[in-house]
């Protein structure tokens, strides 16, 4: 007997089948990749010894997520890890602008806007819990009034002019390099909403890594679903509704619209809205297996495991512009990066001194270019000798890491284009999101409320909806 049964196995996948388990639901889950995970995949690449994380590296929404928080991951030996600065961005002359963990160390660090970075970022980290509330609620609830009161003078600055109020390039660059994580033009709501919420984060919980990579958490997930009877079934593509188990009450979509629209019999006009929801930019993949650390010429960058990479010069503007391009379509000649050090925050990603490099340029949708020469150029200009540390390499264009992951369409990581209008009513204009008009069946992608990033909410929320139609309960 199966009472649920799951398509797909990301993280909002395994949210979905986990919270159904816990309340008693025999759940089956089933993958198309012969590794599950979805976006939580990690791998060896080139050395059998050294992992890779082969989408999400960085999470800085896992610590804060009431489901993730709920996940055992300490007694499965997981732990996340910290690098002493969250994040960086090297800026021109060789110099950085670093967020450290610590405020009053990145205060410090900002000379003349240290005192408005404190004033932009202390009230949010003082209510850090009720934005986070708010962020990952489904949006069809009332929002914390203390985190409206600290949101509500900032975002409309930051959503017109991103970054006013700081005077510094170092200071204007460190806060968009953040929101460019929105995906998309800059300045824009949704893009002052992602850098209010990563960057306060960033000296509250941080960015962390987990210890053995990102796969570890997926492994986590699925191996309580399976000591509550689960079962999950990798190398199994789903093609039609049909072909789930016949008598499953509850059926989990963890997929994009587009493959939503494929397998399941939906009326035509949910196909129509369905129709109208609209993919946003790429990302295009390097991986590197590198023998040291990256030589970057201004050392303290090797203290912060994310960095964020634009323009010649790091500036504010060449982020937006970079980010502009790549909305309209157009291959920016210097497209915004953010490379990632795993070994940074955790050393045992080093063996041998091997050690891996995560890193991703924002590009056009569907964009087929392997981005490998101009990640490592980038790199190599804030980091002179990098290509030198290079043992083994490998690129994925948009279109490959689309083809890899049908959630991320085109390439498009966020599930969907980030504007403002699509962050909050996603995939469709329906009071429940989760809910599709087939019997039964819940879409659990991160293209519903709250969107991207690992969280697993999206799935929980849809396990949420259905458990409520069967008159049962949850909560975290």
Not at 118 to 130: A, H, I, Q, Y
Not at 306 to 315: D, F, N, P, S, V
Request: net charge neutral.
């Amino acid at each position: 007997m199966t009472d649920a049964a799951v398509v797909g196995s990301g993280p909002n996948g395994l949210a979905a089948a986990l919270t159904l388990a816990r309340a008693g639901l025999v759940v089956e889950v089933f993958e198309a990749h012969e590794c599950l995970g979805g976006g939580l995949r990690t791998e060896a690449l080139f050395d059998s010894e050294v992992l890779h994380d082969i989408c999400a590296a960085v999470h800085p929404m896992a610590p804060v997520s009431p489901f993730m928080r709920s996940l055992p991951l300490r007694e499965h030996g997981v732990r996340m890890m910290r690098s002493p600065a969250a994040y960086a961005h090297p800026l021109r002359g060789g110099q950085a602008a670093i967020a450290w963990n610590d405020l009053d160390a990145t205060c410090a660090e900002l000379g003349p806007d240290g005192e408005r970075w404190r004033s932009l970022m202390l009230p949010l980290m003082e209510c850090s819990e009720d934005i986070v509330r708010l962020m990952l609620s489904t949006q069809r609830t009332v929002p914390p009034l203390r985190a409206l009161t600290a949101l509500a003078p900032r975002m409309p600055v930051h959503a017109l002019r991103l970054g006013g109020g700081l005077r510094t390039e170092a200071g204007r660059a460190l806060l968009t390099g953040v929101a460019a994580h929105g995906i998309g033009r800059l300045p824009s709501s949704a893009a002052a909403a992602v850098a209010l919420l990563l960057g306060h984060l960033a000296h509250t919980s941080g960015w962390p890594i987990p210890r053995g990579g990102s796969g570890a958490m997926a492994a986590v997930m699925a191996a309580e679903i399976e000591k509550l009877g689960g079962r999950i079934h990798t190398g199994v593509r789903i093609d039609s509704l049909r072909e789930l188990p016949a008598d499953r009450r509850i059926t989990m979509l963890d997929v994009s619209p587009r493959e939503l629209a494929r397998i399941a019999p939906l009326p035509a006009g949910y196909l129509r809205q369905l129709s109208r929801y609209r993919y946003g930019p790429g990302a295009a993949k390097a991986d590197f297996l590198v023998d040291g650390e990256i030589p970057w010429t201004d050392s303290r960058l090797s203290q912060a495991a994310t960095i964020h990479l634009a323009g010649g010069r790091g500036t504010a503007a060449e982020v937006a512009q970079a980010e502009e391009l790549t909305a309209r379509g157009v291959l920016a000649e210097r497209p915004y990066i953010i490379v990632v050090d795993p070994a940074t925050a955790d050393p045992a990603r080093a063996v041998r001194g091997r050690r891996p490099v995560w890193a991703y340029a924002h590009v056009p949708n569907a964009d087929t270019r392997n981005p490998l020469a101009l990640i490592r150029a980038s790199i190599e200009a804030r980091a002179p000798g990098f290509g030198d540390t290079v043992i083994a390499e490998r690129g994925m264009s948009a279109a490959q890491l689309g083809e890899y992951n049908t959630n991320y369409v085109g390439g498009d990581i966020a599930s969907g284009a980030m504007s403002l209008w699509q962050t909050l009513v996603r995939p469709v204009a329906r009071w429940n999101p989760y809910r599709t008009p087939v019997p039964g069946t819940w879409l659990c992608s991160s293209a519903t409320p709250p969107g991207p990033s690992v969280h697993g909410m999206c799935g929980y929320h849809a396990a949420a909806s259905a458990l409520k139609e069967q008159g049962l309960h949850t909560e975290l």
